[in-house]
C-alpha cells in the first residue's frame, strides 16, 4: 500500500485559488491525470487536474517547472495518452506525483517558479474538450458485487441467487475496449435480437431496456509477460489508478443471448469512463479493510488471500448516480439522486481480482482496464443499476415531471460522481462521468 507522505498533507493548499475550496474535487492532494485537446496547438496533451485549471505537464517541463527525479515520468508524458506513464511503474509515478505536488503547492519555491509562469502552463477546464486518457488494448469486466450478483440471480433464479461459484473465484467476462468513450460523449441506444418470454422467435430493434451499472474501473500499470502470474502481494504495484465507469447494459439483450457464453452485444456497444484518472498513491488516505466475509463464507483460496489484502485492500469511494431526463433539463430541473453507493460493497479487492485475472498465466499491458462490475450496497438506497431499483421495472422510478422509468428513454442523461472523505485527509473527488442517451 502507498504510504502516507508530504503530498498528503491535509494542511497543503495550492497557488491556484479554486483548488482550496472545501467542496474542490482536485485540491492540491489530489493531483489526478487526464488527456486534454490544447485549445492553441489542438494536440492530444497530458494534463493534471488542479481545482478548475489543468496542469499542461510536457509545458510544466519544457520551462523546468517539474523535473529532477521525475524526469523520466514527465518524458513520458509527452505523447497523446497516458499509456508511456503506465508502463513506467510505481517509482517514477511517485516521483512524478512529488514533483507535481511542489509545482502546485503555495509554500515552495517550485510553486513561485510555477506561478510565474501560469498564464503557459495552466488551461482553464471549462470549455476544454477531454479525451479518453488511455488507450485501453483490452477491458476485463468482473461482477465483484455480491449484492448486486445476489440482485440480479434472485430474478433469475429465486431459490438460488448466487452461483456455487461466486464466493471462490472473481466472476469476470472480457469486455470489449474499442466502445470505451469518454464522458461527455453520447451513448447511442443499441440495437439488438431480443425475445419476450411469451413469444415464439426473437425479433430485432432497438432495446426496450437500456440501463447503467454504476462501477469503477482501474488501469493496469506495467503488466506481466504472458505466462508469469501476478501474485497478491505484486498486484498492487500493478495498478496506476481508478476512475469512474459505468457500464451500460440492454437488459433484453442479455437475457436472450447470455447462455452458454456470458455477456456480448448487450455490453459491447457503449462504455463510458470518467476523464481523470486518479492515481492508487493520492487514494492512499481513503483505503480500508476488504469486504468483511460473513461467518460462514468460504476463505479465499491461498494466492487471493493474503493478511495485508484482508487489512488494507479495499477502498472508500462514494459514488453517487442521479438522472435528468430531457424534459427535467428543458423544465430546469436538477438531477434526481437514483442511489449512492460504496467500492466498500466490493466482495473482491481490486488486488485479487488482478492477481486472479493473470493466475493462469495471462499477460496484462499498459493500459488494459478492468471494471468492478455494478457496484450495490446492502440497501435499497445504494443499488448500482436501474434493473434493480425497479425490480426490472416492477416499480418505476418516478421523476419530478410526473415522467416514470422503469429503464432510460432516449434523452436521458446519467451523471455519476465519485469522492472520498476521511477522518484527518483532504477530501478528494474522481471527478464525473456523464453522458445523454441518444435515440437510434
Ligand atoms: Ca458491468
Keep these: 500500500m502507498p504510504h502516507l507522505n508530504e503530498t498528503h ?21 489530489n493531483l489526478p ?26 509545458e510544466a517541463f519544457d520551462r523546468g517547472v517539474i523535473g529532477g527525479s521525475a ?17 513506467l511503474g510505481g517509482r517514477h509515478w511517485s516521483a512524478l506525483r512529488a514533483a507535481l505536488s511542489r509545482a502546485l503547492r503555495s509554500d515552495t519555491d517550485a510553486g513561485e517558479v510555477a506561478q510565474g509562469n ?13 479525451l479518453l486518457p488511455v488507450l485501453i488494448g483490452d477491458y476485463t469486466d468482473f461482477y465483484a458485487s455480491i449484492f448486486h450478483a445476489t440482485n440480479v440471480g434472485s430474478m433469475l433464479r429465486p431459490d438460488n441467487p448466487l452461483m ?30 431480443t425475445k419476450a418470454p411469451d413469444a415464439d422467435v426473437p425479433s430485432f ?9 454504476t462501477e469503477i474501473g482501474f488501469y493496469v500499470g506495467p503488466g506481466n509477460p504472458l505466462g508469469q502470474p501476478v501474485s ?34 448487450a455490453k459491447s456497444f457503449c462504455s463510458h469512463v470518467s476523464p481523470w484518472v486518479v492515481t492508487l498513491e493520492a487514494l492512499a488516505p481513503f483505503r480500508c479493510a476488504a469486504y468483511g466475509r460473513p461467518d460462514g463464507d468460504p476463505a479465499p483460496l491461498a494466492y487471493l488471500s493474503s493478511p495485508q489484502n484482508e487489512a488494507e485492500g479495499g477502498f472508500d469511494v462514494q459514488i453517487e448516480v442521479s438522472i435528468a431526463s430531457k424534459q427535467m433539463r428543458d423544465a430546469g430541473e436538477a438531477p434526481v439522486t437514483l442511489a449512492v453507493t460504496n467500492m466498500q460493497h466490493l466482495y473482491w479487492t481490486i488486488f485479487q481480482m488482478l492477481t486472479h485475472h493473470t493466475s ?6 499498459p493500459g488494459d482496464m478492468m471494471g468492478t462490475g455494478t457496484i450495490s450496497g446492502p440497501t435499497a438506497d445504494a443499488l448500482g443499476s436501474i434493473l434493480e431499483i425497479t425490480k426490472r421495472g416492477a416499480n418505476p422510478v418516478q421523476l419530478p415531471t410526473g415522467e416514470e422509468r422503469k429503464f432510460l428513454a432516449d434523452g436521458d442523461e446519467l451523471i455519476m460522481r465519485a469522492w472520498c472523505e476521511a477522518d484527518g485527509a483532504k477530501t478528494i473527488g474522481l471527478g464525473e462521468c456523464r453522458a445523454v442517451i441518444e435515440g437510434v
Design 9 to 29: 498533507d491535509p494542511a497543503l493548499t495550492s497557488w491556484v485559488d479554486s483548488a482550496n475550496g472545501p467542496d474542490a474535487d482536485f485540491p492540491v492532494q
Design 232 to 265: 497478491l502481494g505484486e498486484a498492487e504495484d500493478h495498478i496506476f489508478g481508478l476512475c469512474i465507469l459505468n457500464d451500460w447494459s440492454a437488459r433484453d439483450v442479455q437475457a436472450w443471448e447470455y447462455q452458454p457464453l456470458g455477456p456480448f452485444l
Design 360 to 365: 493462469n498465466g495471462c499477460n496484462l499491458r
Design 164 to 193: 456455487p461459484n461466486y464466493k471462490h473465484i472473481p466472476i469476470a467476462y472480457h469486455g470489449r475496449a474499442s466502445s470505451i468513450v469518454v464522458s461527455g460523449e453520447p451513448c447511442p441506444r443499441p440495437v439488438g435480437q
Design 33 to 58: 491525470f487526464g488527456v486534454f485537446i490544447h485549445p492553441d496547438s489542438g494536440a492530444p496533451t497530458v494534463g493534471v487536474a488542479i481545482g478548475d485549471m489543468i496542469l499542461n505537464v510536457p
Design 71 to 87: 524526469d523520466d515520468a514527465a518524458r513520458a508524458c509527452l505523447g497523446g495518452t497516458l499509456n508511456p506513464l503506465l508502463a
Design 118 to 130: 501560469a498564464d503557459d502552463i495552466l488551461v482553464p477546464m471549462a470549455g476544454t474538450k477531454m
Design 205 to 213: 430493434g432497438p432495446t426496450n431496456a437500456l440501463d447503467y451499472e
